[in-house]
């Protein structure tokens, strides 16, 4: 503006004066420009970085809770693995009593078929028995028979 009147001021002598400075106010200009556009550009970088905290901040609180839920599923994990343990040393003691159970049928499945064999031999021997009475019996009658042949 200082430029404008001394150009005005001098007249024709001040062309060139007049020039330079209208010059000058259209850098003076165009860097008022510039500075508003940064000026812009630094207002949206500071928003964008407010938004940045702001969505770290929420990434933070999502993460501290996610860390939460992921040690309450370890601690539960835990547990359900000390339960499967226990579950295993159950399964191992039915297993373990089977066992002996299964051997114990084994043992009274070979005393029951020596018991059937003994039943066996004893309905033998009783239809041997049975066989020699009916022999004694019919002996008995023939030596009635002789006996009452003979007269005294």
Do not use: Y
């Not at 330079?20 to 928003?47: G, P």
């Not at 839920?69 to 226990?86: D, F, H, P």
């Amino acid at each position: 503006l200082t430029a404008a009147i001394e150009a005005a001021r001098a007249g024709e002598a001040g062309r060139g004066f007049a020039v330079v400075a209208d010059e000058v106010r259209n850098l003076a200009h165009r860097t008022q420009d510039s500075a508003q556009q940064v000026q812009r550009i630094i207002e949206e970088l500071q928003a964008g970085a407010q938004v940045a905290v702001s969505t770290m901040t929420e990434s933070q609180s999502h993460s501290q809770h996610s860390v939460g839920i992921a040690n309450q599923a370890g601690e539960r994990l835990g547990s359900v693995t000390q339960r499967i343990g226990e579950i295993d040393g159950m399964n191992q003691s039915v297993a373990t009593a089977t066992e002996e159970q299964t051997a114990v049928v084994e043992s009274i499945n070979v005393d029951i078929t020596e018991i059937n064999t003994l039943n066996q031999e004893g309905v033998e021997n009783l239809q041997a028995t049975l066989r020699a009475c009916n022999d004694l019996e019919n002996q008995a009658n023939r030596l009635k028979q002789l006996v009452g042949s003979f007269r005294i």
